[in-house]
């Protein structure tokens, strides 16, 4: 299953838990569904680094609509030692979101921390709208409450890697979501 000149030996990945087929026949769905929502509107979709960078390159490309792009990058604390979650912004957009409508493009949403900070951070910008498209989402490990209006898909309380997601950085470039062999050990 590992794609053409992949290093690691496929006895490094336990499961795949979403195929490639799969992940695209969703993202397509999701991004119809974009379409329609904002059919009269220009969204300024922005992506967070590096996570939801596949997720929103394949994405886009199901959206009928004159659309923007940015991109921002946060770093999380709090996640490792399950503490307070404070989130660092380390990469801002580079354009105003005032009179946006604006659609946060989330690799994957698992205590919730990260994106209630980006929430609240961005809703005080004065944007238009503001709606969160996360591809996955683990419901099981929430620690804040937080609104998702596009999900591809809920996944247990396992730790996954692929289409975007990284383990220490790598795994990235899978492109289906596979659960790491020692996911009790790497378990965030
Ligand atoms: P949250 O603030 O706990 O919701 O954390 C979300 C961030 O943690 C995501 O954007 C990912 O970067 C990272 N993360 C959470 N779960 C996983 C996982 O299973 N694999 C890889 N990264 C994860
Ligand atoms: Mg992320």
């Known amino acids: 299953m590992a794609g053409p000149g992949m290093r690691w030996s496929e006895n490094t990945l336990v499961e795949i838990l979403l195929t490639a087929d799969q992940i695209q026949r969703r993202v397509r769905e999701i991004g119809e569904q974009i379409s ?85 951070n961005f809703e005080s910008r004065n944007p238009v709208s503001l709606k969160v498209a996360a591809l996955l989402n683990k419901p099981s490990r929430r620690q804040v409450d937080v609104k998702l209006d596009y999900v591809g898909f809920e996944i247990p309380d396992k730790f996954v890697v692929g289409y975007g997601l990284d383990y220490a950085q790598t795994y990235r470039n899978l492109p289906y979501v596979a659960v790491l062999k020692n996911d009790l050990e790497v378990a965030i």
């Open 36 to 120: 329609f929502d904002y059919a009269t509107k220009k969204p300024l979709f922005i992506g967070i680094l590096k996570g939801a960078c596949m997720f929103l390159s394949d994405l886009i490309r199901y959206v009928s609509l004159p659309i923007s792009v940015d991109f921002i990058a946060v770093a999380s604390y709090g996640v490792e030692t399950e503490s307070s979650g404070h989130v660092q912004l380390l990469k801002d957009v580079e354009s105003s979101i005032e009179d946006k409508d604006v659609v946060i493009i989330e690799d994957i949403v698992d205590t919730g921390l990260t994106l209630t900070y980006l929430i609240h």
